[in-house]
């Protein structure tokens, strides 16, 4: 499965950006699709995750100002990123997981995201 992100780029703090993340697979219902994000020197941590429509997994840090969507029919996952501060600046990360084979995991190339003050 290949995953190809697109959407980041600069923005000033308080503003928005929507990321997609296009996968190229013909049964994108059955993974688990997530956003990860990883600052320098820091650690890859999750920030979004979705399973089903309605089945979503926040980092409490993004709680109320991203959400997290994805459209079966067009094999892609979303974040909607609002009131975005510095602290949000970081390399952002697709993530695929097979709900049956959670060993079969799949990550983007990534797309940078910065946050101006």
């Known amino acids: 499965v290949q995953l190809v992100e697109s959407g980041g780029g600069l923005v000033q703090a308080g503003g928005s950006l929507r990321l997609s993340c296009a996968a190229s697979?013909?049964?994108?219902?059955?993974?688990?699709m997530g956003w990860y994000r990883q600052a320098p020197g820091n650690q890859r941590e999750l920030v979004a995750q979705i399973i089903s429509g309605s089945t979503t997994n926040y980092a409490d840090s993004v709680k109320g100002r991203f959400t997290i969507s994805r459209d079966n029919a067009k094999n892609t996952v979303y974040l909607q990123m609002n009131s975005l501060n510095p602290d949000d600046t970081a390399v952002y990360y697709c993530?695929?997981?097979?709900?049956?084979?959670?060993?079969?995991?799949?990550w983007g190339q990534g797309t940078q995201v910065t946050v101006s003050s």
């Open positions: 993530n695929a997981i097979h709900l049956l084979i959670p060993t079969m995991v799949y």
């Open positions: 697979t013909s049964h994108f219902n059955i993974y688990a």
